[in-house]
């Protein structure tokens, strides 16, 4: 597979590549990146530890409007890339969330409306993992002396957490009443 020659060489470090020749940069806080992923087929998404954010590349001069508190980098300003092999499972501080192919370049259009649709919405997290609940599991139960507990889990952990309150609350499995 061919890559962009502004990827890093496998085996090296990330290397600080400046926007507006082969790419703009999007960077988005990691809650938000999150929910991106789930939504707009991506060619490229790094994270960055150092800012807690994922950075998304668009294609040079599209117009666009962004959404209020979204920056672009464009010409003036430069991100860090990291290798192609470095991947979600190696880690480090740049590393890659979606791993690069093709031209790497997201359209803009569909990062740019699910951008607009997110924007300010604080992502809701699970209680089990703390990692962002989209779509959120919201779970009621009888908490103690009889006052209703809600919390919100992700999908892969609503049962998990379904169990726990219920076990908590002294409800069997049965739905029997009280243990």
């Known amino acids: 597979m061919t890559l962009p020659s502004w990827i890093p060489a496998a085996g ?13 940069a999007v960077p988005v806080p990691r809650a938000t990146g999150e929910l991106l992923l789930a939504l707009v087929p991506s060619r490229g998404v790094v994270a960055d530890q150092t800012s807690d954010t994922m950075v998304w590349f668009i294609p040079v ?5 962004f959404p209020e508190g979204v920056q672009l980098l464009g010409h003036t300003d430069a991100t860090y890339v990291p ?8 880690g ?15 359209d803009a259009v569909p990062l740019l409306t ?9 992502a809701e997290r699970c209680v ?10 919201v779970i ?17 952990h609503a049962d998990d957490v379904s169990v726990l309150l ?3 609350s002294g409800i069997s499995d049965t739905g029997g009443g009280p243990a």
């Open 83 to 90: 290798p192609a092999d470095r991947g979600p499972e190696r």
């Open 114 to 122: 699910s951008l607009a649709a997110v924007a300010g919405r604080v």
């Open 128 to 137: 089990w993992c703390g990692g962002v609940a989209y779509p959120p599991a």
């Open 92 to 106: 480090g501080v740049w590393r890659w969330v979606v791993l690069p192919r093709g031209d790497c370049l997201t």
């Open 61 to 65: 001069g599209v117009p666009a409007t």
């Open 140 to 156: 009621t139960a009888a908490g103690p002396r009889g006052r209703r507990v809600t919390v919100t889990a992700c999908q892969r």
């Open 166 to 168: 219920r076990y908590t």
């Open 12 to 24: 090296s470090g990330a290397t600080q590549v400046p926007c507006g020749r082969w790419f703009n």
